[in-house]
């Protein structure tokens, strides 16, 4: 075996065997990921359609100027980008303490751990569209749970309609997707030598000095894998407002504005993929800017303390 | 190892095989496609053939074979009847089978666009809007509607000369189907959507006439309400009923619907000038306190069965939901239990202009260009179009029939017909207002009754304002 290892890695083969062995998934992924991407940030520059037959004409920054610039379509945009960011914040903060509390908890060596596991997990495996459409049932005006709960208070259920369902999005993306957050921590927690903390606590050290300066730093690399998830899965986010709240003025996300405009959900239903590629380009650019700058706050982070 | 490397090799060469396999597929498709062409052409050829539309029909029938693919959007009679036509047709075409895809009216455009796109449907409803937005010669800087794109795309067949074209009016094909001198769409009928159901009963109930003004509906509501009753009702959760609902009101204070679209463009008429002013404090009006709390969780199918269990005035929307108050004889529907009719929203303050119905062409019926059976979708729409069929079709969905012979038989039909005797029907605001390229999201004005629905806006003034200044943003951009 050791031979067959030698003469396999020996020579010239040695320089090309990785290379082959990358082959098939580097293929698969230039074809399904780096290739729809390329050909996106090329599309921005056109007026494609995505109607086959249709020519397509290069219009340089023309669909960025109407994005960004012209009008008050461009304060629309601005405004969706906003909201976006405004969603990614509130997002990412509420759903990582949310992670964190459930993760400690059912770390824990309680009865029923492995139940309330499952249960804050579930939500995770039902995908948006399962997700908002039992949301909107439970929101739902007129006899939905929700009504008729705050009904005994003499209170209704506007939340979908009104100025607040924008934040119930909010709400529903944070239930949605708490569950994976938990997940990674607590494989984070779970991978802590317990000698630790049974050490800091031989020392003395209370429950807050045991998770301040032991738990704490030991989760860094889950720290960081959930703070770069939520922050781009967050931008990322639309198809809940989809379901939840449809195309209306003051609630859409960038996301969504690149979808409607793709696909004929706009004004007049025209197809317009060029336009909503260069959408898609600046919401790439805004996860690519705050993606990288997070990046490097948890690499410097994990560098601290981790060494 | 040495295994382990020939395994890898077997595995590229078998990817290899597939991605051949693959681009055989495609060569076959481009040779598919090439036939169809040709069969669409010797199709055309035979549409100059001027014999009797039913003749035809029966002719197209004999001896066909295949699949049609044909997609409709979810209209419930409608499907239940479709349904039915398909298996009548395929009982009479033994080697046919019809593979019926129903979906959402919204998704429409995407599905029209993907599935012709991708040569995988043979008759599809191209719009539920007729042809409507067609870019005006005022209008500068906007976008063509998704519907001339895939003409303009080659996707969609001219049907100029088929007999059974000449069985619907001439209006109905020139201004619901028709585009640069061709025929793409087959128009199955018109609808109102600026009326309202009225329950006679319950007016009767709380001792008032039917409202012919917009005090009078006022007035009507208050007594509804003081009653114990509500007084309208719509699919707030699905959104758009809500400012559809407001179309008549809309209408009734612009009569020449394509006028305003028009003096929008060029600067004769203002959302925000006196006759706007008015036209959003009604709107507000008519958001916030005639329509009922509960509206917000009905989606447009279940607010017309809420409205039919009898404890509402009015329900405005189009008519296409006469079928629910009054579902076909052979349907399990049950009927509303109380006397309705169907009448335009009193929304002006002189009665004439409340004797308008305003709405749209309906449903449309296209062909794939290069469907692969073409005779069999003529076969399909001529079927369709025999008058005894196209009549029951649009009684059944209530569709004001584009067929000059087809007659609505039922409750709203004998609503309707002194209006459209009058030729009190005219197509809406929504079918020619197009936002220029630039325009904020509250430039259409047309919108404006949800805004106030929503919350967006509590002050009529201020709504009126900001839909003129982002109409403006665009005009100007």
Same mark, same amino acid.
């Given at each position: 075996?050791?031979?067959?290892?030698?003469?396999?890695?020996?020579?010239?083969?040695?320089?090309?065997?990785?290379?082959?062995?990358?082959?098939?998934?580097? +293929?698969? /992924?230039?074809?399904?990921?780096?290739?729809?991407?390329?050909?996106?940030?090329? /599309?921005?520059?056109?007026?494609?359609?995505?109607?086959?037959?249709?020519? &397509?004409?290069?219009? %340089?920054?023309?669909?960025?100027?109407?994005?960004?610039?012209?009008?008050?379509?461009?304060?629309?945009?601005?405004?969706?980008?906003?909201?976006?960011?405004?969603?990614?914040?509130?997002?990412?903060?509420?759903?990582?303490? &949310?992670?964190?509390?459930?993760?400690?908890?059912?770390?824990?060596?309680?009865?029923?751990?492995?139940?309330?596991?499952?249960?804050?997990?579930?939500?995770?495996?039902?995908?948006?569209?399962?997700? +908002?459409?039992?949301?909107?049932?439970?929101?739902?005006?007129g %006899? %939905?749970?929700?009504?008729?709960?705050?009904?005994?208070?003499?209170?209704?259920?506007?939340?979908?309609t009104?100025?607040?369902?924008?934040?119930?999005?909010?709400?529903?993306?944070?239930?949605?997707?708490?569950? !994976?957050?938990?997940?990674?921590?607590?494989?984070?927690?779970?991978?802590?030598?317990?000698?630790?903390?049974?050490?800091?606590?031989?020392?003395?050290?209370? %429950?807050?000095?045991?998770?301040?300066?032991?738990?704490?730093?030991?989760?860094?690399?889950?720290?960081?894998?959930?703070?770069?998830?939520?922050?781009?899965?967050?931008?990322?986010?639309? &198809?809940?407002?989809?379901?939840?709240?449809g /195309?209306r003025? +003051?609630?859409?996300?960038?996301?969504?504005?690149? !979808?409607?405009?793709?696909?004929?959900?706009?004004?007049?239903?025209?197809?317009?993929?060029?336009?909503?590629?260069?959408?898609?380009?600046?919401?790439?650019?805004?996860?690519?800017?705050?993606?990288?700058?997070?990046?490097?706050?948890?690499?410097?982070?994990?560098?601290?303390?981790?060494? | 190892?040495?295994?382990?490397?020939?395994?890898?090799?077997?595995?590229?060469?078998?990817?290899?095989?597939?991605?051949?396999?693959?681009?055989?597929?495609?060569?076959?498709?481009?040779?598919? $496609?090439?036939?169809?062409?040709?069969?669409?052409?010797?199709?055309?050829?035979?549409? $100059?053939?001027?014999?009797?539309?039913?003749?035809?029909?029966?002719?197209?029938?004999?001896?066909?074979?295949?699949?049609?693919?044909?997609?409709?959007?979810?209209?419930?009679?409608?499907?239940?009847?479709?349904?039915?036509?398909?298996?009548?047709?395929?009982?009479?075409?033994?080697?046919?089978?019809?593979?019926?895809?129903?979906?959402?009216a919204?998704?429409?455009?995407?599905?029209?666009?993907?599935?012709?796109?991708?040569?995988?449907?043979?008759?599809?409803?191209?719009?539920?809007t007729?042809?409507?937005?067609?870019?005006?010669?005022?209008?500068?800087?906007?976008?063509?509607?998704?519907?001339?794109? =895939?003409?303009?795309?080659?996707?969609?067949?001219?049907?100029?000369?088929?007999?059974?074209?000449?069985?619907?009016?001439?209006?109905?094909?020139?201004?619901?189907?028709?585009?640069?001198?061709?025929?793409?769409?087959?128009?199955?009928?018109?609808v109102s959507y600026s009326g309202m159901f009225v329950n006679?009963?319950?007016?009767?109930?709380?001792?008032?006439?039917?409202p012919?003004?917009w005090?009078?509906l006022v007035?009507a509501c208050?007594?509804v309400?003081?009653?114990?009753?509500e007084c309208m009702t719509a699919g707030g959760a699905d959104g758009w009923p809500i400012f559809v609902g407001a179309y008549g009101l809309l209408g009734s204070l612009y009569?020449?619907q394509?006028?305003?679209?028009?003096?929008?463009?060029?600067?004769?008429?203002?959302?925000?000038?006196?006759?706007?002013?008015?036209l959003f404090e009604r709107y507000q009006i008519y958001a916030n306190e005639m329509l009922e709390d509960q509206a917000a969780g009905l989606g447009h199918d279940a607010a017309i069965e809420r409205y039919k *269990?009898?404890?509402v005035a009015f329900a405005p929307t189009g008519n296409w939901q006469a079928?629910v108050l009054?579902?076909?004889?052979? $349907?399990?529907?049950?009927?509303?239990?109380?006397?309705w009719s169907y009448i335009p929203f009193p929304g002006s303050?002189?009665?004439?202009?409340n004797?308008i119905l305003f709405g749209k062409?309906?449903?449309?019926?296209?062909?794939? *260009?290069?469907?692969?059976?073409?005779?069999?979708?003529?076969?399909?729409?001529?079927?369709?179009?025999?008058?005894?069929?196209?009549?029951?079709?649009?009684?059944?969905?209530?569709?004001?029939?584009?067929?000059?012979?087809?007659?609505?038989?039922?409750? =709203?039909?004998? $609503?309707?017909?002194?209006?459209?005797?009058?030729?009190?029907?005219?197509?809406g605001y929504e079918q020619?207002?197009?936002?220029?390229?630039?325009?904020?999201?509250?430039?259409n004005g047309g919108q404006g009754a949800m805004w106030f629905y929503n919350?967006?806006?509590?002050?009529?003034?201020?709504?009126?304002?900001?839909?003129?200044?982002?109409?403006?943003?665009?005009?100007?951009?």
């Amino acid at each position: 075996m050791a031979q067959e290892h030698r003469n396999l890695f020996s020579g010239g083969r040695r320089r090309f065997t990785p290379w082959l062995l990358l082959a098939p998934g580097l +293929g698969i /992924y230039l074809l399904i990921s780096v290739g729809p991407s390329l050909a996106t940030a090329i /599309y921005s520059f056109t007026d494609a359609t995505g109607i086959r037959g249709l020519p &397509i004409s290069w219009v %340089g920054l023309d669909n960025y100027d109407e994005f960004l610039l012209q009008g008050a379509r461009s304060r629309d945009n601005i405004d969706a980008l906003q909201r976006t960011l405004l969603f990614m914040a509130v997002v990412t903060v509420v759903q990582f303490g &949310i992670g964190l509390v459930m993760a400690l908890l059912v770390n824990q060596n309680l009865r029923g751990r492995m139940f309330f596991r499952t249960l804050f997990f579930v939500p995770v495996i039902l995908g948006a569209v399962v997700q +908002g459409l039992m949301w909107k049932l439970f929101l739902r005006p007129g %006899g %939905g749970p929700m009504d008729t709960l705050i009904g005994w208070f003499g209170l209704e259920s506007q939340f979908l309609t009104g100025p607040s369902a924008f934040y119930w999005v909010i709400v529903v993306q944070i239930w949605a997707n708490a569950g !994976f957050t938990m997940v990674i921590f607590l494989a984070g927690l779970q991978s802590i030598p317990s000698e630790l903390n049974e050490a800091a606590a031989v020392d003395g050290a209370s %429950g807050w000095q045991l998770f301040r300066n032991v738990t704490w730093p030991q989760l860094t690399p889950a720290v960081n894998t959930n703070f770069l998830l939520n922050i781009i899965g967050s931008l990322q986010a639309w &198809i809940l407002f989809l379901v939840l709240v449809g /195309y209306r003025n +003051g609630t859409q996300v960038l996301g969504y504005v690149v !979808f409607a405009e793709g696909f004929g959900q706009t004004g007049n239903n025209t197809f317009r993929q060029g336009f909503a590629a260069a959408a898609s380009i600046v919401l790439f650019l805004l996860v690519l800017v705050l993606g990288m700058t997070a990046n490097f706050v948890v690499a410097r982070r994990e560098r601290k303390y981790l060494g | 190892m040495k295994q382990t490397v020939q395994k890898l090799w077997l595995l590229l060469v078998a990817l290899a095989l597939v991605a051949a396999a693959c681009g055989s597929d495609s060569s076959s498709d481009d040779t598919a $496609s090439d036939d169809t062409s040709t069969e669409t052409a010797s199709t055309d050829d035979s549409s $100059s053939d001027d014999a009797a539309a039913d003749d035809d029909a029966a002719e197209a029938s004999a001896g066909l074979e295949g699949t049609l693919r044909v997609m409709i959007h979810q209209n419930p009679p409608m499907v239940e009847w479709v349904e039915k036509f398909n298996a009548d047709f395929e009982a009479a075409n033994p080697g046919v089978s019809i593979d019926l895809s129903v979906i959402d009216a919204a998704d429409l455009p995407t599905s029209n666009q993907t599935r012709l796109s991708a040569s995988d449907v043979d008759v599809t409803t191209v719009t539920v809007t007729g042809f409507a937005n067609p870019v005006q010669p005022y209008m500068t800087n906007v976008e063509p509607p998704y519907w001339q794109q =895939l003409i303009e795309a080659g996707l969609l067949m001219d049907l100029s000369g088929q007999p059974f074209v000449d069985n619907y009016d001439d209006a109905a094909i020139a201004e619901g189907g028709s585009f640069d001198g061709g025929v793409y769409s087959l128009n199955l009928g018109r609808v109102s959507y600026s009326g309202m159901f009225v329950n006679h009963d319950l007016l009767a109930e709380v001792g008032v006439e039917v409202p012919t003004t917009w005090d009078e509906l006022v007035g009507a509501c208050d007594a509804v309400k003081g009653a114990g009753y509500e007084c309208m009702t719509a699919g707030g959760a699905d959104g758009w009923p809500i400012f559809v609902g407001a179309y008549g009101l809309l209408g009734s204070l612009y009569p020449d619907q394509q006028g305003l679209v028009e003096g929008l463009w060029t600067g004769d008429l203002a959302w925000d000038d006196e006759q706007g002013q008015k036209l959003f404090e009604r709107y507000q009006i008519y958001a916030n306190e005639m329509l009922e709390d509960q509206a917000a969780g009905l989606g447009h199918d279940a607010a017309i069965e809420r409205y039919k *269990a009898g404890d509402v005035a009015f329900a405005p929307t189009g008519n296409w939901q006469a079928g629910v108050l009054e579902p076909a004889a052979d $349907s399990d529907l049950t009927p509303a239990e109380f006397e309705w009719s169907y009448i335009p929203f009193p929304g002006s303050d002189n009665p004439e202009d409340n004797q308008i119905l305003f709405g749209k062409y309906d449903q449309g019926w296209a062909v794939a *260009a290069d469907t692969p059976v073409p005779d069999l979708a003529m076969a399909y729409l001529a079927a369709f179009s025999e008058a005894e069929t196209y009549n029951d079709f649009a009684n059944t969905v209530n569709f004001l029939p584009t067929q000059p012979t087809a007659t609505l038989d039922n409750t =709203l039909g004998r $609503s309707v017909a002194p209006l459209l005797q009058e030729g009190a029907f005219t197509v809406g605001y929504e079918q020619w207002f197009i936002g220029p390229d630039g325009a904020g999201q509250w430039a259409n004005g047309g919108q404006g009754a949800m805004w106030f629905y929503n919350g967006d806006f509590d002050d009529a003034a201020a709504a009126a304002a900001q839909a003129q200044a982002d109409l403006e943003a665009g005009l100007s951009s």
